[in-house]
């Protein structure tokens, strides 16, 4: 039996703020709060342990690092592309230069606290 990945803990400086955002992106609920302050949000009606892995929002007042190591990817699953992206910056994203980009049409985003994440073109069946 292989591993699978149920949850992905993003450190943000506010955690609501990024709870709500997320949850507006991926039409996920709040799942549950820990005394530290870390939300965690996932799937309406599966939450932790379902299909789709849940995202644990954890406060820290460190700053960004230099080079992100790990960011989130998103597919549209009832629009196209732009309608998403629209929606996207009407949510609060914002677009970010990385420079020139590969033959695949995505755009480079960043959530409300600079969280960079990729909008890909390929519209993908809903779970």
């Known amino acids: ?10 450190d943000v400086v506010d955690a609501e703020r990024l709870a709500a955002f997320w949850s507006q992106v991926l039409g996920y609920v709040e799942l549950g709060r820990e005394d530290d302050g870390s939300i965690e949000i996932g799937p309406p009606d599966t939450g932790f342990g379902g299909p789709q892995l849940t995202l ?5 007042s460190d700053p960004r690092p230099e080079k992100l190591r790990l960011h989130i990817d998103v597919n549209a699953t009832d629009r196209d592309q732009d309608a998403e992206l629209e929606r996207l910056l009407a949510l609060g994203a914002r677009p970010v230069d990385v420079g ?9 985003l960043a959530d409300p606290e600079g969280n960079e994440f990729c909008l890909r073109h390929t519209r993908v069946q809903p779970v």
């Open 1 to 10: 039996m292989a591993c699978r990945i149920t949850e992905l803990v993003i």
């Open 56 to 60: 644990v929002l954890s406060p820290t």
């Open 100 to 108: 020139p980009g590969g033959e695949e049409s995505r755009h480079v």
